[in-house]
């Protein structure tokens, strides 16, 4: 079929500019700069096909100041020494495990862990109650299979297929999810490093470089228990949640910044007191105890990840660049707040409205949030 010369032309241009206006650039690409100059100050030994040394990815990771005067911005605001046995374990032939309750930055740190070693954090597949063996596997190209039968020219190789041929280093994503049989499709790849493909009588053997990077979580519902011989296969990595009040607010504004560009949206430089009460109420609720240790409380049944708290932020950073003047005010937070707490109707309904009538309505300066949070709840 011929495509006309118009349409042609609008798929050209479509792929010139897709890199350039991406509503979320792949990790290589936001940060280029960045991995540019860790890599020309980068003089430690680099392990095969890594595009940094360990040290540098490290340093990629947690932020830092090169010699030049170049500032690393901070990827992931957490121990040190998680990162630096997360970046070991992908130095030796043991796949890695970040493990963690959602909203604890796995997929992002999996993400940036893949681009500052292999340049390419694509080699993803994402885990669903559906993902088949071929998204592990291989697949086939049927019209080719078809017409000429199995053969190399129509086989379709699966992400993990092109990051062993290549040296990369490929992502699974919420590996928990994934069907328990398909699951242990990955145990040959991992513990082998070969991947048979018994229709040819041929196997594909990783080359030097490869490596897995997979995340999990065991609290949310559809979770399936990874078996005792794939967990023996990887190192795992606890990612906890943030520490400090301080730290967890310095984590939210930071993304919200990072959206916020994305988007377009105004600088919120006076929202700073609002993200740090987003962060208050999340945490309470979450631990289950005021900040000051004088109050028990009833937690809900959601998570209140930090992740959440991002996107109610975010959230009323539009409201307040669309529809207010700019400025981060408690209105905009409310209604975010609101739907992340209350995923229960009718338990969680009741935590937040003793939590709103016990502390909130009684905090010092917390009166306008307490009004406008009560005009979204009723």
């Not at 604890?104 to 993803?124: I, M, P, Q, Y």
């Amino acid at each position: 079929m011929t495509v006309p010369e118009t349409t042609a032309t609008t798929i050209a241009a479509v792929g010139e500019t897709s890199g350039a206006e991406a509503l979320r650039p792949h990790a290589e690409d936001a940060f280029a700069d960045e991995l540019k100059a860790l890599a020309a100050a980068d003089d430690r030994p680099r392990p095969a096909r890594w595009r940094l040394s360990p040290w540098a990815v490290a340093t990629y990771l947690q932020g830092g100041a090169l010699p030049d005067g170049t500032v690393i911005t901070p990827k992931y605001v957490g121990p040190r020494r998680l990162v630096e046995v997360a970046v070991t374990t992908l130095a030796t032939d043991r796949a890695l495990l970040l493990l963690g309750v959602p909203g604890t930055a796995k997929t992002w740190v999996s993400e940036h862990l893949a681009a500052a070693v292999s340049g390419d954090s694509t080699l993803l597949v994402q885990g669903t109650a559906g993902t088949p063996e071929e998204a592990v596997r291989y697949g086939w190209n049927y019209a080719q299979l078809l017409a000429h039968g199995p053969s190399r020219d129509a086989l379709v190789p699966s992400p993990l297929m092109r990051a062993m041929s290549d040296g990369m280093t490929a992502r699974v994503e919420e590996l928990t999810r994934i069907p328990a049989d398909v699951q242990d499709s990955l145990i040959t790849i991992l513990s082998e490093k070969t991947l048979p493909i018994p229709e040819l009588g041929q196997e594909v053997q990783a080359v030097r470089g490869f490596n897995v990077i997979a995340t999990a979580n065991d609290r949310d519902r559809g979770v399936n228990e990874l078996s005792s011989a794939l967990r023996r296969r990887f190192n795992t990595v606890v990612l906890p949640l943030p520490a400090t009040p301080d730290a967890e607010v310095d984590i939210v504004s930071r993304r919200v910044e990072q959206i916020g560009r994305s988007l377009d949206l105004p600088a919120a430089p006076e929202g700073l007191a609002e993200i740090r009460r987003v962060v208050t109420v999340f945490r309470e609720l979450r631990d289950g105890v005021t900040t000051d240790g004088r109050t028990k409380l009833k937690s809900p049944s959601g998570t209140l990840s930090t992740a959440e708290a991002i996107s109610v932020v975010t959230n009323g950073l539009a409201l307040a660049a669309h529809f207010g003047d700019g400025i981060l005010r408690p209105g905009d937070v409310a209604a975010g707040i609101l739907g992340a707490v209350v995923r229960d109707p009718a338990a969680d309904r009741v935590v937040w409205q003793e939590y709103l009538e016990t502390v909130v309505r009684e905090r010092d300066g917390w009166k306008d949030f307490y009004r406008a949070c009560r005009e979204v709840s009723v």
